[in-house]
């Protein structure tokens, strides 16, 4: 049997859950018509949703029609609990559109539409409440049109003439298979329906079951399932608990079978499931196995989360809709430390709570979709945990972004530990949230230590700057790093990481968001004068939509700051007969920045938890460095800076072009020596004019260059450990090691006249300060304990980059690319063992040449003068 996941969803009243009673008891799933205002709906389960009369959690019911295996998933109507809906779509093959007859397409059902179209699923739309006497077709299958697209057809006059021209007009294939044949096929509608290319509409009443089968034969009709593969794959879309506490989750299988004892893997655990539920209504059955294109809820899971894909399957994007209140949680008689992991429970169980813990305020805040949630919040809490809490007065949850582009640097260098990551932090595209990516090469820093990077940009919540709001719609790039060889570990990225995203928050131009309602507001035409007003004085825009039988529409969208208590308001002016419908629309600029920033009174640089500045180290001892002098102490080069340079010297200049210009008098003398070498001495010629004449060229004098003292520095127990001979040495007897290098060393300097400078580690030599000793013409240093040769190295070579010619020898890879980018030039051990081999050899032959010479000298004395000379000498000895 084919296998099909169908969801329902539709705007608050639209008598979603009546139609799915009604699809229900068509197929024979059920035998009695249940309905919200008798409390005995199918699926509405929960003593809150029987209470309220609205569907809070979603759910599901497992029916049959035809050869079809339908799964029907039936979702929230009303807008705080809109996070809900939307898991839901990760999961759904089709979906059916409730719209209410009566009110028409109002701005939830756009929001609505607006998220099927961006999970790209194919849509059935079914148009209830036909029965109501506002209800007008014709009306509102031009409104549909109107709002949702053209695509949308009426299938209630399937197989006529003029059903197969609109359907021709909206798919080219269906166009020349009715111009060829005169009529269309199944397979092509079913084609056009699951590319979201037509959208049939149903038109009809569930309560009175009119429509509804004709609705439920079209399903059947001209849906195609899907196809899945062999290898295992799963989408994890909800997490909830049953009456016993076990923590249940839902997922749907895309691939490959589900056994019970399987064990799963997933972002950092690997668990086994003990049992396998298949859900319809609050009832389940527990089966052995789940097939691909089933929809089931598990045990055994504890750290799986909503939107997680297993196997084959990709994890799925963040949440669209997002939480835009936010209230202080006070429990009565319990501490706020034993409430919190409760909370957490529940938030792992909804998508649409975040909770948060202020440690410096020492509260716990919920952040919601809106006040309805706070009621249903408030009920959960103490149905499950047996704990009354209050809330607090709802504050608006602001987001700050970023208007140009920056580069942040963070640089973690306590003792012993080592990491700089350096990010570009550039503003995005209203809505996209924050986008993170890598362009740094590998040369220069690792892979893994990039993957970590990454990984540690995305773990966090960051804070802005100007209120500690989460930050949005930005995006951050890591374009540099530097790692230790021997002192950095992963919380070092870790801190540098995010020490760089604040001190280039810090540097950049801020920007204060606040979260937006899109609304439409129904009321008198006679008072839309007055709601137009009042809009304007919320900072909203508006404009009248519709205009009819005395009532107006006016659309347009506010600050939720504003707007969201004007339901009251409206109600009393208009003595009950305007209505507010307002929607989430996204985050735009706060319309009063100043004033929220002073209330809120931030302070970014007495945040604890998240430091501006940067540590590092000098001199065995660690200190902090402001955000706005961090780059001054920095030990890679900026890449802002370097792609400035790129972009203002495009093609660089070579030492061939960096002659002295020619003068306008010897070019003149080319020109009469070449050109003008013809003309004869009687000639009438005038010179013409020249460049000369009409500039005043000043004779380019080239700077002589002005040669700086050399030196040589070595890092002493890299170059040991990297020369054999050495390296077998000093497993016996270090100090002899280091005694030869400073030999060898010494007679290189002899021939080269370099400054060597020869570092060893103090972790070898016990000091409590630098020393350095002047070992015959070359100085040894022993750095002070716990600081590092390649720390001395550093900064010796970028405080004196700029006074002497200075190379490094060393094979340390991190150690090089810092010294490449103070300027300096490099030897490598092996480079610099060649080196001194050369010296020693120009050493062995002119020590030959110059026995040469005395042998060749004393050959040529006569024997007198040699007799002479001994006995002076003997004579010196007396």
Same mark, same amino acid.
């Given at each position: 049997m084919e296998k099909i996941v169908l969801g329902i969803l539709a705007h608050v009243d639209a008598g979603k859950t009546t139609l799915s009673e009604s699809l229900l008891y068509l197929s024979g799933k059920i035998d009695k018509l249940g309905r919200v205002d008798n409390k005995d709906a199918y699926l509405d389960t929960f003593e809150l949703e029987k209470a309220r009369g609205i569907t809070i959690f979603s759910k599901q019911a497992v029916f049959e029609t035809g050869n079809t295996q339908i799964t029907l998933l039936d979702t929230p109507g009303h807008v705080d609990f809109s996070a809900e809906m939307e898991r839901t779509l990760q999961v759904l093959d089709y979906a059916i559109l409730v719209i209410n007859g009566a009110d028409g397409v109002q701005s939830h059902?756009?929001?609505? %539409?607006?998220?099927?179209?961006?999970?790209?699923?194919?849509?059935?739309?079914?148009?209830?409440?036909?029965?109501?006497?506002?209800?007008?077709?014709?009306?509102?299958?031009?409104?549909?049109? +109107?709002?949702l697209g053209d695509k949308c057809i009426d299938f209630g006059q399937a197989d006529m003439e003029a059903f197969f021209e609109q359907l021709s007009m909206c798919d080219e294939a269906i166009m020349e298979s009715y111009l060829e044949a005169g009529n269309v096929k199944t397979e092509?509608?079913?084609?056009?329906?699951?590319?979201?290319?037509?959208?049939?509409?149903?038109?009809?009443?569930?309560?009175?079951?009119?429509?509804?089968?004709?609705?439920? +034969?079209?399903?059947?009709?001209?849906?195609?399932?899907?196809?899945?593969?062999?290898?295992?794959?799963?989408? #994890?879309?909800?997490?909830?608990?049953?009456?016993?506490?076990?923590?249940?989750?839902?997922?749907?299988?895309?691939?490959?079978?589900?056994? &019970?004892?399987?064990?799963?893997?997933?972002?950092? %655990?690997?668990?086994?499931?003990?049992? #396998?539920?298949?859900?319809?209504?609050?009832?389940?059955?527990? &089966?052995?196995?789940?097939?691909?294109?089933?929809?089931c809820a598990v045990t055994g899971l504890t750290k799986a989360r909503s939107g997680e894909g297993l196997g084959s399957q990709k994890h799925s994007t963040l949440p669209i809709l997002e939480p835009v209140l936010s209230y202080q949680v006070i429990p009565d008689g319990m501490d706020l430390r034993l409430l919190l992991p409760k909370l957490r429970e529940i938030e792992d169980e909804e998508p649409e709570l975040r909770i948060e813990w202020n440690e410096q305020l020492q509260e716990i805040h919920a952040q919601v979709?809106?006040?309805?949630? #706070?009621?249903?919040?408030?009920?959960?809490?103490?149905?499950?945990?047996?704990?009354? &809490?209050?809330?607090?007065?709802?504050?608006?949850?602001?987001?700050?972004?970023?208007?140009?582009? /920056?580069?942040? &640097?963070?640089?973690?260098?306590?003792?012993?530990?080592?990491?700089?990551?350096?990010?570009?932090?550039?503003?995005? +595209?209203?809505?996209?949230?924050?986008?993170?990516?890598?362009?740094?090469?590998?040369d220069i820093l690792g892979k893994s230590w990039q993957r970590l990077v990454l990984s540690h940009l995305k773990e966090k919540n960051h804070k802005g700057v100007l209120t500690g709001s989460a930050i949005t719609d930005m995006k951050i790039t890591l374009v540099s790093g530097k790692a230790h060889n021997k002192h950095t570990d992963g919380g070092d990225f870790r801190e540098a990481t995010y020490r760089a995203v604040r001190q280039g928050l810090k540097e950049a131009q801020s920007v204060l968001l606040e979260p937006y309602y899109s609304f439409t507001i129904e009321l008198p035409e006679k008072m839309v004068g007055r709601a137009m007003t009042d809009i304007e004085r919320m900072y909203g825009r508006c404009e009248i939509t519709k205009s009819s039988d005395g009532i107006a529409v006016l659309e347009g969208s506010a600050p939720v700051a504003t707007i969201r208590n004007y339901q009251a308001e409206l109600a009393s002016y208009t003595k009950g007969q305007g209505r507010l419908f307002c929607t989430f629309m996204g985050y735009d600029l706060c319309h009063n920045e100043d004033e929220?920033?002073?209330n809120m009174g931030y302070d970014s640089e007495r945040d604890v938890e998240n430091p501006t500045g940067s540590v590092f180290c000098?001199?065995?001892?660690?200190?902090? /460095?402001?955000?706005?002098?961090?780059?001054?102490?920095?030990?890679?080069?900026?890449?802002?800076?370097?792609?400035e340079a790129l972009s203002d010297n495009p093609v660089q200049k070579t030492k061939a072009f960096e002659e002295k210009y020619i003068t306008p008098d010897e070019v003149e003398k080319i020109f009469n020596q070449t050109f003008f070498a013809n003309k004869g001495k009687h000639s009438t010629w005038h010179r013409p004019k020249t460049a000369k004449d009409y500039y005043d060229f000043k004779k380019y004098v080239q700077k002589p260059h002005e040669p700086k003292e050399k030196y040589l520095l070595v890092d002493g127990y890299n170059i040991i450990h990297a020369w054999q001979e050495l390296k077998e040495l000093a497993k016996d007897n270090i100090e002899g090691a280091r005694m030869k290098l400073i030999d060898i060393l010494s007679n290189y300097q002899g021939v080269k006249k370099y400054h060597v400078i020869v570092v060893f580690d103090a972790y070898r030599v016990e000091r409590s300060v630098e020393d350095i000793i002047s070992y015959g013409n070359l100085h /040894?240093?022993?750095?002070?304990?716990? +600081?590092?040769?390649?720390?001395?190295?550093e900064r010796f070579s970028y405080d004196n980059r700029k006074k002497y010619d200075i190379t490094v020898a060393t094979s340390d890879g991190a150690q090089q690319m810092i010294i490449r980018g103070a300027g300096c030039a490099l030897l490598s051990a092996r480079e610099l063992k060649l080196e001194v081999e050369k010296v020693n050899e120009l050493i062995d032959h002119q020590s030959k040449q110059q026995n040469q010479k005395d042998i060749s000298i004393s050959a040529s004395l006569s024997s007198k003068t040699k007799s002479q000379i001994e006995g002076l000498v003997k004579k010196l000895d007396k």
């Open positions: 059902t756009e929001t609505l %539409w607006k998220l099927l179209e961006i999970y790209e699923i194919p849509v059935f739309l079914f148009i209830n409440k036909m029965d109501h006497i506002a209800s007008d077709k014709k009306r509102l299958l031009k409104e549909i049109t +109107q709002k092509q509608i079913q084609a056009a329906i699951k590319n979201q290319r037509v959208f049939p509409c149903f038109f009809g009443s569930a309560l009175k079951l009119e429509g509804v089968k004709e609705l439920l +034969q079209g399903i059947e009709k001209y849906t195609i399932p899907p196809c899945y593969g062999s290898e295992f794959g799963a989408k #994890i879309f909800k997490i909830s608990r049953d009456e016993q506490g076990n923590r249940l989750t839902h997922m749907k299988l895309t691939g490959g079978v589900l056994k &019970v004892r399987d064990t799963l893997k997933g972002d950092g %655990w690997e668990e086994k499931i003990n049992q #396998i539920r298949i859900y319809s209504g609050n009832k389940f059955e527990a &089966v052995a196995q789940a097939e691909p294109g089933c929809v979709m809106g006040e309805v949630q #706070i009621e249903v919040l408030q009920s959960m809490i103490k149905e499950r945990f047996g704990v009354e &809490v209050t809330f607090g007065e709802g504050k608006t949850v602001y987001k700050e972004t970023i208007a140009n582009t /920056v580069e942040g &640097v963070g640089h973690f260098e306590p003792l012993r530990h080592y990491a700089e990551v350096h990010l570009l932090l550039e503003p995005a +595209q209203p809505g996209s949230g924050l986008q993170f990516g890598t362009i740094c090469s590998e929220v920033i002073e000098a001199g065995g001892e660690s200190f902090l /460095v402001s955000w706005d002098e961090v780059k001054n102490y920095m030990h890679l080069e900026s890449y802002l800076k370097q792609r /040894v240093v022993y750095t002070k304990e716990a +600081q590092t040769a390649d720390q001395y190295i």
